[in-house]
């Protein structure tokens, strides 16, 4: 069984989230791609998030688009900050050592890669699929490749590259969107219209819910969703 997973803040899951998730799914031929909404995530510590439930429900609303996209959530079982080694380790335990994960992340993601934790055992756990965005960080991913040790794959695998632990790395440029959850924020918060930004779900969510209409809205409301569950039209 081969699963892709995509983990991310996701405030708010927005369009190019879900496209390339369902690019990769297929291009790799995956059974399912899971996103996994990050409970806390260590590296926005100090920034103020969406509470993980509005979040959750988001992102869940966004899969519901597609048959191949699922949302787990694990990182809110968890106490603590959200972190990929713990994830990847859980993964393992609930769908057995014979699957083959393919944990997916962007280019900007990647090359902070040295500030994970236990950031070398991550590629013990998962093949990595890298959104690649062709430009002035190519050098910076093959030094990232040199210090890991990662190698180029066989003659002919083009993009393809090989971990010490014998995990695939692979670089996709999936279509570019140039969406941001950060300026989806400041939209809403400006009264702008976010239609076809996010699934119409989402919209009306955000909407409802009085999310993002100020500096620190979206950490502080007092209003949050029941269970999420079944498929709705997007």
Not at 7 to 26: K, N, Y
Not at 80 to 91: A, P
Request: with cysteine; proline share 6%; hydrophobic share 35%.
């Amino acid at each position: 069984m081969k699963l892709g997973i995509l983990g991310g803040t996701f405030d708010p899951i927005h369009l190019g989230h879900l496209r390339s998730a369902e690019e990769i799914g297929q291009y790799l031929a995956l059974e399912k791609v899971y996103l996994i909404p990050s409970a806390q995530p260590p590296h926005k510590s100090e920034s103020p998030i969406t509470p993980f439930g509005h979040r959750l429900a988001m992102t869940r609303m966004g899969t519901d688009c597609s048959p191949l996209l699922e949302t787990m959530d694990l990182e809110g079982k968890r106490p603590g900050f959200s972190y990929s080694i713990e994830t990847l380790r859980e993964l393992h335990q609930i769908f057995g050592p014979s699957t083959e994960l393919f944990f997916i992340l962007g280019t900007d993601a990647f090359l902070e890669i040295k500030t994970w934790r236990d950031h070398k055992r991550l590629f013990d756990y998962a093949h990595f699929v890298i959104l690649h965005r062709a430009g002035c960080e190519d050098r910076e991913l093959r030094n990232i490749f040199s210090d890991l040790g990662i190698k180029a794959a066989e003659k002919g695998a083009e993009n393809q590259f090989v971990a010490p632990s014998g995990n695939a790395i692979i670089l996709i440029t999936p279509t570019r969107m140039e969406i941001s959850s950060t300026n989806i924020r400041n939209m809403v918060k400006d009264d702008k219209s976010i239609r076809f930004l996010v699934p119409e779900t989402v919209r009306v969510y955000i909407v409802e819910k009085g999310l993002y209409l100020n500096d620190d809205s979206h950490g502080k409301s007092k209003t949050l969703p029941g269970n999420h569950s079944g498929k709705k039209s997007c």
